[in-house]
């Protein structure tokens, strides 16, 4: 469904008029199957949130291609209602000046029966409809970040990629929002492309998880195999989740 194809990228190193440059993805390709979530993990800097902006078509690769059902996810048309995001910032995620219901509305503009959808989204990220007239810094953090979600889903994408979306959260708030998400890709049959820091979290709801590190893939694992990855990076990722 959703096809990486040797993607390559590099940013000016240093100031405005250097003229050396980085190269943060080097020949990255995979694929995420429909109904699929997959994991990419890596350290911080690795490239992960570059690949992200790829992924959703807001940048552009240097060299290579990112393709949904075939087709180039440069195009408006491809990505629009197909493929949302959801970023580790909730509170900036969401204009101060919206309110919950402005918030979740703002994709949906045109539609029609938009207040019941709202009830509709709202119920369905486990929100109660007393929230619609509340203000981004009213809410909690997982309040908050379930207002993102149901921004994300309202527009039916067959795909949602998150960026450390979780990352920020209590680990029980966390584990809350996790399984929300595994509920909602369930019964909407969505892919997630869940970009984490942390294993624990990726292998909780992930598919698949790709090793990333300077920006490179490593490794492609299943999750029920993640025991017998290879890579020496994975090895110790993973090791630091077993002595806790
Ligand atoms: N717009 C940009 N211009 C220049 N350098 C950037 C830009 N975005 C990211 N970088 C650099 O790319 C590298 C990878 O960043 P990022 O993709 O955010 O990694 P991660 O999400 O894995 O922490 C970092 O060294 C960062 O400084
Ligand atoms: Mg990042």
């Given amino acids: 469904m959703l096809k990486v194809d040797c993607v390559e990228k590099s940013y000016k190193k240093g100031g405005l008029f250097s003229r050396e440059k980085q190269k943060i993805l080097k020949n990255v390709s995979f694929e995420c199957r429909r109904g699929e979530c ?7 800097g690795s490239g992960k949130s570059t690949l992200g902006r790829l992924i959703l078509g807001i940048e552009k690769p240097d060299r290579g291609t990112v393709l949904f059902e075939g087709k180039n996810i440069q195009d408006r048309k491809v990505r629009v209602g197909n493929i949302s995001a959801v970023f580790q910032d909730y509170i900036s995620s969401i204009n101060p000046f ?3 219901e402005e918030a979740i509305m ?3 503009k045109g539609q029609k029966e938009i207040q019941s959808k709202i009830d509709h989204l709202l119920n369905q990220v486990g929100l109660d409809p007393s929230y619609r007239k509340k203000y981004p810094h009213e809410l909690s953090g997982g309040e908050a970040q379930r207002v993102c979600i149901a921004r994300a889903i309202s527009t039916e994408p067959k795909c949602i990629l998150l960026d450390e979306a979780t990352s920020s959260l209590d680990v029980s708030v966390q584990t809350q929002v996790l399984d929300l998400l595994k509920k909602l890709k369930k019964s909407y049959n969505m892919s997630y492309i869940f ?10 709801i992930c598919d698949r998880v790709i090793f990333f590190r300077n920006g490179q ?15 020496e ?4 990722l993973l090791q630091m989740i077993i002595t806790f």
Avoid: M
């Avoid at 997959?38 to 911080?44: K, N, Q, R, T, W």
């Avoid at 970009?195 to 909780?204: E, L, P, R, S």
């Fill in 98 to 100: 919206f309110t919950v």
């Fill in 233 to 236: 990076y994975a090895r110790k």
């Fill in 195 to 204: 970009i984490t820091h942390d294993i624990q979290a990726a292998a909780y």
């Fill in 38 to 44: 997959l994991g990419i993990i890596g350290e911080s």
């Fill in 106 to 108: 703002e994709p949906l």
């Fill in 217 to 231: 893939i490593e490794e492609i694992v299943k999750t029920e195999h993640l025991k017998d990855v290879q890579s």
